[in-house]
């Protein structure tokens, strides 16, 4: 029987097929379909309690990092829709497209979050700021921390 393969599908298969294989190698850090299932998971969850619903827009400002895969994976998971941001784009080209897509949680690589601060003001709708790093340190102030 044939059936559409659909984004979320393909993590679901690498987690039931190849659990214990490397998923993800980003820097020093590895992580095998199971744990890259678990993360997605974790960031589902985290976004659903935040009140993020189907077909509200979240977006990602991180380089081609496991930050950026997982909420890839986790918007769709629930439904809501990615808007990556080009991390080499200007804050105030930031600030255009966050508000003319009407972005209401911000996930940001904390090397980026002074950009993200510096045009918080003008970005209204965004209720929730998440900071991801795997430096271990803590998130900054009105920032959570993605890991937690």
């Not at 380089?63 to 991390?87: D, K, R, W």
């Not at 209204?124 to 795997?134: F, R």
Request: charged residues 20%; hydrophobic residues 45%.
């Amino acid at each position: 029987m044939q059936v559409p393969l659909l984004v979320d599908d393909f993590l679901r298969r690498g987690v039931q097929t190849y659990a214990q294989k490397t998923a993800v190698v980003d820097g020093d850090l590895r992580f095998t379909y199971a744990e890259l299932g678990q993360r997605v998971n974790r960031l589902s969850n985290a976004l659903l309690a935040l009140g993020v619903k189907a077909g509200e827009r979240v977006c990602i400002l991180s380089p081609n990092s496991h930050f950026f895969l997982e909420s890839f994976y986790a918007t769709s998971q629930i439904g809501a829709i990615l808007v990556p941001l080009n991390y080499r784009l200007a804050g105030a080209e930031h600030e255009y497209i966050l508000n003319h897509a009407g972005v209401e949680t911000v996930l940001v690589d904390w090397e980026y979050t002074g950009v993200i601060d510096a045009i918080r003001d003008s970005l209204p709708q965004v209720s929730n700021w998440i900071v991801a790093s795997d430096a271990g340190s803590a998130a900054p102030e009105q920032w959570l921390d993605w890991e937690t």
